[in-house]
């Protein structure tokens, strides 16, 4: 019965006790130092994501206007020069727009290690406060 108790004695009560007063007194700062990451992730995000549907948007109405000189030509059957062309065209505005969607996230992806990186420097940041504060 004695064993069973152990855990719950004063010296693990004190640990506890001690964890949450230094979680008390340092939550505001960790709040207020986390907060400025947050909003860069989150601006980020909606950056790249009205990015991405302005690009499918130009792509939904390129695609439409070629669909729509195809039907007004009448050559559904026949792929005249002009509309190799204007397929060669498209194709390569394709390639751009990905390679510019490729940029974007390798931006995006810098972010988020940058971000990755300030997070690990306020993890040790606290750490080493939370150190100081026990000694």
Do not use: C, W
Request: hydrophobic share 35%; charged share 20%; glycine share 8%.
């Amino acid at each position: 019965m004695n064993e069973m108790l152990k855990p719950f004695g004063s010296q693990s009560f004190f640990i506890g006790l001690g964890v949450a007063a230094i979680g008390y007194l340092l939550g505001p700062q960790i709040k207020e130092s986390l907060r400025p990451v947050a909003v860069k992730g989150v601006q980020g995000a909606m950056v790249l994501s009205d990015q991405t549907k302005h690009m499918m948007n130009q792509g939904k109405d390129t695609i439409n206007h070629m669909v729509e000189k195809t039907h007004m030509t009448g050559a559904q059957h026949q792929v005249p020069m002009d509309q190799t062309n204007m397929f060669q065209a498209l194709l390569n505005e394709l390639k751009a727009e990905r390679e510019h969607s490729n940029k974007i996230l390798e931006e995006l992806k810098n972010t988020v290690t940058g971000l990755k990186d300030e997070v690990a420097q306020i993890k040790t940041d606290v750490n080493g406060t939370t150190g100081n504060t026990m000694q």
